[in-house]
Antibody, heavy 121, light 112 residues
Framework: EAHLVESGGGFVKPGGSLGLSCAAS????????MNWVRQVPGKGLEWVAR??????????DYAAPVKGRFTISRDDSKNTLYLQMNSLQSEDTAVYYC????????????WGQGTLVTVSS | DIVMTQTPLSSPVTLGQPASISCRSS???????????LSWLQQRPGQPPRLLIY???NRFSGVPDRFSGSGAGTDFTLKISRVEAEDVGVYYC?????????FGQGTKLEIK
């Protein structure tokens, strides 16, 4: 069965950088479209970024609030997804989930447990 | 961006009774490939979201058949035929027809 495990969250000062990882098992990362979704504690879900499968060309897309600051990437040899976050702001404080569509087209059928990023001085 | 609007935002329900959540999108969710990428997610307290329904009405693996989805175009509904205690949580609709993917605000289901 598909399984996702995020890591890399923590405390960072405004203007700082942080890198998140999402280790996948049970499926090949290169074959699926992968996403990052975030959630401010106690609030709703916000899509952050997407990377298309290798066969699909590997293009990336970003939500407007993070475009130019965040970079989604993956290492297929490690079956791991990444999110590099630069110029972090307090508004980026959230739990970050990686999520994918393995068997359910156009839906996020597998989610990690999430990793908390706190941006504060 | 496609705006997803859920109603109600809070739904107190008696155990064993039905529940219904509505989701309206600001534009049609029909994709050029003739699919409609509207899904429903459940988030229990302290847990990541869990997929319940995809492409409007398809139940994901392991989801009880008391959950059902319906709708078309811009109006969609999630129904729970008989609410059980384990159904407490927040329910989100989500569209993946157009980037940026967007979610509804969430509907909190609680037991009366």
């Amino acid at each position: 069965e598909a399984h996702l495990v995020e890591s890399g969250g923590g405390f960072v000062k405004p203007g700082g950088s942080l890198g998140l990882s999402c280790a996948a098992s049970g499926f090949a990362l290169s074959n699926v479209w992968m996403n990052w979704v975030r959630q401010v504690p106690g609030k709703g879900l916000e899509w952050v970024a997407r990377i298309i499968s290798k066969a699909g060309g590997g293009a990336t897309d970003y939500a407007a609030p993070v475009k130019g600051r965040f970079t989604i990437s993956r290492d297929d040899s490690k079956n791991t997804l990444y999110l590099q976050m630069n110029s972090l702001q307090s508004e980026d404080t959230a739990v970050y989930y990686c999520a994918t569509s393995v068997t359910a087209p156009g839906a996020f059928d597998y989610w990690g447990q999430g990793t908390l990023v706190t941006v504060s001085s | 961006d496609i705006v997803m609007t859920q109603t109600p935002l809070s739904s107190p329900v008696t155990l064993g009774q039905p529940a219904s959540i509505s989701c309206r999108s600001s534009q049609s969710l029909g994709h050029s490939n003739e699919n409609t990428y509207l899904s429903w997610l459940q988030q229990r307290p302290g847990q990541p979201p869990r997929l319940l329904i995809y492409k409007i009405s398809n139940r994901f693996s392991g989801v009880p058949d008391r959950f059902s989805g319906s709708g078309a175009g811009t109006d969609f509904t999630l129904k729970i035929s008989r609410v059980e205690a384990e159904d407490v949580g927040v329910y989100y609709c989500m569209q993946a027809t157009q980037i940026p993917y967007t979610f509804g605000q969430g509907t909190k289901l609680e037991i009366k």
